[in-house]
């Protein structure tokens, strides 16, 4: 980060997250982490400790000269002394948020939003699905469940990338499969010659997945038109919809609510989301235009 | 492996789930088992499609090959997935290569003899016709969520 950046950000002044929704704190990059091509994992640290999150939960990160991106909080619940977000480089913000080192400093407001119901799940199974970047936003409900293990019954990670190239967390991947008590099933688009896993989109997947449809609370996230198949193929093994919650994306710009960037007939995804029980946004998902 | 023993086994397969019993020991009489070794071949496009598969062991890979980038995989095929839908239509040749990715063990059952047993039975070739063509709608349905590229970066 530049010096004139820097003053910028030591002009936002604050010992602590503040608790003024509108108003963004300084954290300090401790780590970046590169995932894959054209994405990336910011690890801040915020001044006076983290106020914690809740899984499914979102922030705003500033970019001091650049602007404002609403990114989802990919870290673990557990370890609130940092926070965690994987962002994918596609605009001029988060571009310039690709070139943050360690030491530079990001304004973060937040976290907002509405987060997955694990609570919900106590002594039944739960299929995860996630498609992409989608996988981000479902990592602190995986580390959770799996934190709480005992809680549950079976557990399903199902996740779709495009390539292998573009498979996100492969080292939680890696360790995740090591377990006994935790199914995860991990299939791209296209593949290179060397891939030896599944080839196939991740809705393929739902059928023979190990779960109870009768039990199971299903947690979706990925493009919508994923959604959509996923939930379509929850729905044919029987899960009923009330069991499924999805996490949307929207143009989030105020996080509370108040601009409309986000409004999706009557709901906001920035306040009432982004994570959504999936009968409640369902009328949305045919629509061409909302 | 007894006809009987195939019987009981693909009775309890969900392709076949609901089928009924006569239907199944039909089928039953038209089973043999197979392995395949990684690298074998299950079959090549365009050659006689004379028979399906069900995976019980392994992975394979459907594949199309385009000259100069060599074989792409379409998608593969796992233990308890059934596998080739060319036997049933006109002009009876397979539409892609299959590639064992692992060591396979299957059920092939036999094409040509269950096609012969469907036009002396339309019930069973009405059933066969039904479940297969929901792999099809399946597998368009992939194709289509494929062709989307939905994970391509959008700014």
Redesign the interface.
């Known amino acids: 980060m530049s010096a004139s950046l820097e003053e910028a950000s030591a002009a936002v002044a604050d010992a602590a997250r503040s608790p003024d929704p509108m108003r963004t704190t300084p954290c300090r990059v401790r780590r970046v982490l590169r995932e894959t091509a054209d994405t990336f994992t910011l690890v801040l640290e915020p001044p006076g400790g983290s106020l914690g999150f809740a899984p499914g939960q979102f922030d705003m990160l500033y970019a001091f000269g650049a602007g404002e991106v609403p990114i989802s909080i990919s870290g673990d619940p557990g370890v609130p002394e940092v926070l965690v977000h994987t962002i994918r480089a596609v605009g001029s913000v988060t571009r310039m948020m690709q070139r943050l080192r360690p030491g530079d400093r990001v304004g973060v407001r937040g976290p907002f939003g509405t987060s997955w119901p694990v609570d919900l799940a106590h002594g039944h199974d739960v299929v995860v699905i996630a498609g992409g970047i989608g996988l981000a936003p479902l990592r602190p409900a995986l580390l959770h469940l799996l934190a709480h293990r005992g809680l549950y019954g079976r557990l399903v990670l199902l996740y779709g990338a495009r390539t292998p190239k573009d498979i996100l967390f492969p080292r939680d991947l890696r360790e995740w499969r090591g377990r006994f008590d935790v199914a995860v099933e991990v299939t791209v688009d296209r593949a290179s010659p060397d891939w030896q896993g599944a080839v196939g989109v991740v809705t393929r997947l739902v059928d023979r997945a190990p779960f109870d449809p009768g039990s199971t609370l299903g947690l979706v996230c990925g493009p919508e038109v994923m959604i959509r198949f996923a939930v379509a193929a929850l729905e044919r093994r029987g899960v009923p919809s009330s069991e499924i919650h999805v996490s949307l994306e929207r143009n989030m710009k105020c996080a509370v609510g108040l601009c409309g960037h986000c409004q999706m007939g009557p709901v906001f995804v920035c306040r009432d989301g982004p994570v959504f029980p999936y009968e409640r946004v369902r009328p949305f998902f045919g629509l061409r235009e909302v | 492996m007894s006809v009987e023993t195939f019987e009981k086994i693909l009775a309890e397969h969900p392709f076949f789930e609901g089928m009924r019993a006569e239907h199944v020991a039909t089928l039953a009489g038209c089973v043999s088992n197979v392995k395949f070794d990684q690298g074998d071949y299950l079959f090549r496009e365009g050659q006689p499609a004379d028979r399906f598969y069900v995976v019980r062991f392994g ?1 394979v ?1 459907v594949e199309t090959f385009a000259p100069t980038r ?2 792409i ?4 095929v ?1 233990a ?2 059934v596998l080739g839908w060319s036997w049933l239509f006109p002009p009876y040749k397979w539409h892609f290569d299959a590639r064992a ?1 692992t060591l396979v063990r299957a059920f092939a059952l036999d094409g040509v003899c269950l096609r012969g047993k469907c036009e002396r039975d339309p019930a069973l070739g009405y059933e066969l016709m039904r479940r297969f063509a929901q792999v099809i709608v ?1 597998r368009l ?2 194709t289509q ?2 062709l ?8």
């Open positions: 992975r890979t060599g074989s995989a379409i998608e593969t796992d308890g997935d990715m399946s349905e992939a969520l494929q989307l590229d939905l994970y391509v970066s959008q700014p």
